[in-house]
């Protein structure tokens, strides 16, 4: 485990099935072990499959504070945000904020950009562009960087760090992550933005630039 120098804010974005809510999850697993305030915000008001707001029971059992949508998990999945996020950031501990998965779900991020710019501007807040080298139409170099671009400009953020969570579910192995690495470093390289971490599976042993162990939470219905 490598991810380093976590900040008070964690925003996660990027494109819809990139894994970034099974990443936010294992973040704040990762935080709550050692002891830390976790609170996680599932912003994801748009997309009603796997979000946040599934791991409710996950959280309540690691003490991790979960905000929601009050539509969340219903029929009547619309956007309707009853929490305050500014709040939440003031408070002690870690904030993990899980953002929709492309520039429409990023809209409701916009809507706190004003509350968070002190973070922001105080280096408190990373907002973390997940990346899977393996998901169709972010696979290649310009759709990833043209996703990044249209999410930084619709929430009024830049994104500070790379997420390579490269992955294929299941079949997933050391070499599905290895072979995603050069991916991965074309588009720090294209940003000048660093990488933060390299997802592998638990039960997988690679040499990856600063890797973070991960545990699949977020799976298809039919693996339930």
Not at 15 to 23: A, D, E, V
Not at 176 to 198: P, Y
């Amino acid at each position: 485990m490598s991810l380093n120098n976590i900040k008070k804010i964690s925003i996660i974005t990027g494109h819809y099935g990139s894994g970034k809510t099974n990443f936010a999850v294992n973040l704040a697993m990762y935080l709550a072990n050692k002891g830390e305030t976790v609170r996680i915000v599932d912003l994801d008001i748009v997309n009603p499959y796997f979000r946040t707001a599934d791991f409710k029971e996950l959280f309540r059992d690691n003490n991790i504070e979960l905000s929601a949508s009050v539509y969340a998990n219903t029929n009547l999945d619309i956007p309707a945000i009853t929490f305050d996020v500014e709040r939440l950031a003031n408070e002690n501990g870690y904030l993990i904020i899980d953002v929709g998965g492309d520039d429409d779900g990023a809209m409701a991020l916009g809507r706190y950009c004003e509350a968070l710019k002190d973070f922001y501007n105080r280096g408190e807040i990373d907002m973390l562009y997940v990346v899977n080298k393996y998901r169709y139409l972010s696979d290649t170099l310009d759709e990833t960087l043209s996703l990044m671009g249209r999410i930084e400009s619709v929430s009024g953020l830049q994104c500070t760090g790379i997420v390579n969570n490269s992955n294929l579910g299941e079949e997933t192995s050391a070499k599905t992550v290895l072979d995603s690495c050069d991916f991965a470093n074309s588009i720090c390289s294209a940003t000048g933005i660093e990488l933060k971490c390299t997802c592998l599976p638990i039960e997988c042993e690679a040499q990856v630039p600063k890797p973070f162990n991960v545990k699949r939470y977020v799976k298809a219905i039919w693996e339930e």
